[in-house]
């Protein structure tokens, strides 16, 4: 399997109670226990993670489910450490990404109940649609909204170049704190790969123009598309698929949420 060649910085790994715990040298293992425990501010809650703030950090846990969750953690332990390796290797490439501080498994005679990532909390920064919308409510001149999406482009590419596919690249999931710099949370959805298919390229850029074309025109979103186009693919073509993708994407969430009950 491909997988993502680590810094040579080395990292710790120890027991600790009855965990095993994955940090920084700088970071004590109390101090990351202390966080995993504390009640914190929640942010969000899915049905496999809990995403909770505790001062400056961010704990990402995933500790639910009964026997069957104990049984998906253990079997399948490198799936629950991608946070902690992709955040460690954006780092190295120098691509924007929260600092990953440790990752802490919890459990007894090599069953793992709980798995959780410790990062550093982007104080001061939102994430990329709130932002745009922003931009566009307040009236920011088109300069400033072209820069800003030629920036993103830019650091969607360079993640790309590095070999690195984010399976949720929605604009929920990019944050930025003056529309300069870029950084990309929800870690543990990144993946290394060889080369971008086509595959990989559409499912990105149908989550990205999802994301935008609520607030923007297409005068501002092809352009955007433009910056990231597949090589060798024709443009006017891609546009046409990306929109059409959209749609569907759309429908399906909005089927989604009337089975969840949820308003419109
Ligand atoms: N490092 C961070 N700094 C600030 N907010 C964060 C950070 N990581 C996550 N969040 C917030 O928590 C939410 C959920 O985190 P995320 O990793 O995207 O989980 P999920 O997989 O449930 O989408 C994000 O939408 C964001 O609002
Ligand atoms: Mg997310």
Redesign the pocket.
Known sequence: MHTFTLPSEPMITEHCEDAVVRRRADISCASLLEMISAEGET??V?PT?E?RRVDGY?V?ACSRGSVFGVLKRTLRRNRYRRGWVAGLYLEQQGIGA?RVEGLVEKGRWGFISGSYLI????DG?N?VERYLAEMVQDGAPEERIRTFLGGLAQTVNALREAGAFHRDLSG??I?TRKGEKFYF??LDSIVPVKRYSRGMHYTNHVQLYDSFCDYLGDDMLEPFMAQMLPEGQDYATWVKLIRRGQMERRTRQIETWRKQGRSL
Do not use: Q
């Open positions: 942010l969000k899915s993670t995403t961010v990402k929260p990062m550093e909390y982007l920064a994430n929920k999931n944050f949370i929800d």
